[in-house]
C-alpha cells in the first residue's frame, strides 16, 4: 500500500473519530484511536520496506553495484593516469 494512502486513512480515521467526540472522555478515545491508527501505518511501511530491502530484485541490484564498483574505480583510475599524462605532453604557457 503506498504511504498517500496510508496517510488519507488515517486522516479519514481522526475524522471519523472526531465526529463522534462530544466531551472530553471522547477527545481521549480520539487521541488512543489516532495513536493506534499511527501504531498500525507505521508497522504496514516498515513491513513494505523490509519487503523491499529482501527482495531479490533489490539483492540483485546490490550485487551488480558492488561487482561494478571495481570496474568504476580502476576506469577512473586509468582516466587519471591518462590525463596526467596528457598534462606533461602540454607545453608550459
Known amino acids: ?3 498517500s494512502v496510508l496517510l488519507l486513512l488515517l ?3 481522526v475524522l ?3 465526529a463522534r467526540a462530544d466531551t472530553p472522555d471522547d477527545t481521549d478515545m480520539v ?3 489516532v495513536q493506534e491508527y499511527v501504531k498500525q501505518a ?3 511501511v ?3 520496506f523490509t519487503t523491499v530491502q529482501e527482495s531479490e530484485a533489490a539483492q540483485q541490484a546490490r550485487k551488480w553495484l558492488s561487482d561494478n564498483a571495481d570496474v568504476v574505480k580502476q576506469q577512473l583510475a586509468r582516466l587519471k593516469e591518462q ?3 596528457l598534462w606533461k605532453l602540454t607545453p608550459g604557457v
Open 83 to 85: 590525463l596526467s599524462e
Open 11 to 13: 486522516c479519514v480515521a
Open 42 to 44: 507505521t508497522d504496514v
Open 16 to 18: 471519523a473519530v472526531g
Open 31 to 33: 487521541v488512543r484511536k
Open 46 to 48: 516498515k513491513s513494505v
Open 1 to 3: 500500500m503506498k504511504v
